[in-house]
């Protein structure tokens, strides 16, 4: 099917492209079913509404146990690096859960009109989604930061006598939506 209601599920995506097949498998007695399967590379990209990249050629397997957790192992591709993913996602709680693991070398984390910065990184989310933790270890490969400074502005200030506070530069991976609020 195609993967445009995803968009809709929470305000941290700005939008899905593409189509999923999926693969399942159902065992088990009928009261206690488990289902197992995965979904094969898709063409389709999961667009955030942050400013970190989107999530391409996601490949995962997957386990659902008898109280519709899915145990995770997969990849995915973000900024054109590999983004190896394995963890658990429980989605029929309230908020869902998260208990992922990401790990990858030169992944894209940010990238806008002032701001692009890579990093291998190794890192653990947990938690249900709207508080969600994240831990592990983040180690800049790449960075570039450029902003336009109104140098005449700040000479014709002095020479009038105005002394302007400095501005400081604010950095976050997000200013909404589930990793404004992580920590």
């Known amino acids: 099917p195609d993967l445009a209601w ?8 700005r939008g899905a492209e593409g189509a999923l097949t999926a693969r399942l498998k159902l065992d088990g007695e009928l009261g206690k079913p488990t289902v ?4 094969p590379p898709s063409e389709g990209a999961l667009r955030l509404s942050t400013d970190l990249p989107h999530l391409r050629e996601l490949e995962l397997e ?15 591709e973000r900024g054109g690096a590999p983004l190896p ?21 030169n ?5 806008n ?19 969600l933790e994240i831990s592990g270890d983040v180690a800049l490969t790449e960075g570039r930061f450029v902003r336009n400074v109104d140098i005449l502005k700040g ?29």
Do not use: C, Q, W
């Not at 208990?99 to 070398?105: N, S, Y």
């Not at 000479?155 to 920590?183: D, Y």
């Open 62 to 76: 997957l386990t659902m146990d008898e109280r519709y957790a899915l145990a995770l192992k997969g990849s995915g």
């Open 107 to 111: 992944v894209l984390l940010v990238r």
């Open 155 to 183: 000479l014709l200030n002095r020479s009038r006598g105005e002394v302007t506070a400095p501005t400081g530069i604010g950095f976050s991976l997000a200013h909404e939506g589930p990793l404004a609020s992580a920590e």
């Open 113 to 131: 009109a002032e701001l692009r910065l890579r990093a291998g990184l190794d890192l653990y989310v947990k938690g249900p989604v709207d508080a």
């Open 36 to 39: 197992t399967g995965g979904a």
């Open 6 to 13: 995803l968009a809709k599920l929470s305000a941290f995506t």
């Open 85 to 105: 993913l394995e963890g658990s996602l429980a989605p029929a709680r309230e908020p869902p859960v998260f208990d992922l693991r990401l790990r990858g070398e």
